[in-house]
């Protein structure tokens, strides 16, 4: 019976160990996962940060994406602009010698049939308002004052009755669509 008691104390002892072993390991063991939920938490916060920066990032690429196609549309759109422009002006100057050649119809037509004259105003009217349907506007008339910015001066007169840098002749019309100038009006200057 001895033999069983120490066997009993024996067994108690290694269940001691065992216990204590296990105590430890189970301390160890908390003590690993409370540093491993610090550590995870550290990721996480780390991933957190990373991911919060690439959308940042793609916040930021998105921006300069739309403020780059924004400018494409308004320089497109200008470019658009500016080629009708440019092609009506080209046109227009191709139809200019015709209109030119209706206006000194119309002068010389004094001693005409009113017929003929009616003609000629009636095709100088169509021709005003198709260019009006086009933007382009005539320019030059006698008495208006001398710009060089629109006006070609070719001669230049001394006449009292005139004020100073006025247009005293209209030799040829000129032309503009849009603030662009189709052809400089060629005057003569008075004073």
């Known amino acids: 019976m001895l033999a069983k008691e120490k066997k009993t104390k024996h067994v108690t002892e290694e269940e001691k160990i065992n216990d204590n072993e296990q105590s430890i390991n189970a301390d160890e063991k908390e003590a690993i996962e409370n540093s491993a939920e610090t550590s995870k938490d550290d990721a996480g916060s780390k991933e957190i940060d990373t991911l919060k920066a690439e959308i940042e990032r793609l916040k930021d690429a998105h921006m300069r994406c739309a403020a780059e196609y924004a400018n494409y549309r308004t320089r497109t759109d200008k470019e658009k602009t500016e080629i009708y422009t440019n092609a009506t002006i080209d046109a227009i100057k191709n139809i200019l010698p015709i209109a030119d050649s209706i206006d000194i119809a119309i002068a010389a ?66 032309y503009k669509c849009k603030e662009k100038i189709i052809r400089y009006c060629m005057v003569q200057v008075a004073n």
């Open 109 to 174: 037509s004094a001693n005409a049939s009113e017929e003929y004259k009616k003609g000629l105003e009636l095709i100088k009217a169509q021709l005003d308002k198709s260019f009006e349907a086009l933007g382009v506007e005539s320019y030059g008339e006698v008495g208006d004052s001398f710009d060089p910015e629109l006006y070609n001066a070719i001669a230049k007169i001394e006449d009292e009755s005139l004020g100073e840098n006025v247009v005293a002749t209209v030799f040829q019309k000129g």
